[in-house]
């Protein structure tokens, strides 16, 4: 019985080794300006200040809209969104 729980919780451990790392949208502020972004991930929304230069991340594994100057924008987890100078919608970073 006990070689049977050591096996389990080994397996288990690789299990949890070889798992893939969860996907998150990023959003980048590549202004010089400090922005608000709002994730809307259905019934509840998370809201950042964004400062200048940094990004932001948060998991979206059923598609959010990720709201900034007045639009949203669908994201999905894996997607990266900058926001420009001067542009009204973040934009999608091809990688």
Known sequence: MKT???????????ML??????AA???????DQTHTVTFDLGAEEIKHE???DAKV???CPTNCGVRFGGHDTIANDGD?????EGETRPVLRQN
Do not use: D, H, Q, S
Not at 17 to 22: D, E, G, I, K, S
Not at 25 to 31: A, L, R
Not at 80 to 84: D, G, N, S, Y
């Open 50 to 52: 964004l400062e200048p």
């Open 25 to 31: 949208v990023t959003v980048v502020n590549e202004t």
């Open 57 to 59: 991340e948060e998991a």
């Open 17 to 22: 080794m070889t798992a893939p790392a969860l």
């Open 4 to 14: 049977m729980k050591t096996l389990g919780l080994g397996v288990g451990a690789m």
């Open 80 to 84: 990266t969104l900058v926001i420009k």
